[in-house]
């Protein structure tokens, strides 16, 4: 993951990022940023949705594999500080080596 654009340009929907996960500082998390603050976003949980209003200062992240992603849907939004840089790059499997896609939600 590289570091330098969100210094220069900040964080946008749909870039795919590295941050602390915030269950577990020793561990690091890659998702994608579904909403930024002042965004409304709306989550299903348990069969009903509900809109929850990003706070100053905070990301929306969810996995791309919705089944199986632990993200926002489990411990909400994520501090900002808590991003510690964007992916550019898949290495991982060799089929799919290339760059990473921004996919605005």
Not at 35 to 62: M, N, Q
Request: positive net charge; aromatic residues 4%.
């Amino acid at each position: 993951f590289e570091r330098m654009t969100q210094r220069l340009k900040g964080w946008s929907r749909g870039e795919v990022v590295v941050a602390t996960s915030p269950k577990d500082p020793d561990a690091r998390i890659c998702k994608r940023i579904l909403g930024l603050p002042g965004d409304r976003v709306k989550v299903l949980a348990a069969g009903d949705e509900k809109e929850v209003l990003i706070p100053r200062g905070h990301v929306w992240l969810e996995g791309d594999n919705k089944a199986a992603s632990h993200d926002s849907r489990h411990y909400g939004p994520v501090p900002v500080g808590l991003l510690q840089g964007k992916v550019r790059l898949k290495l991982w499997s060799p089929l799919e080596i290339g760059p990473v896609r921004v996919v605005p939600p």
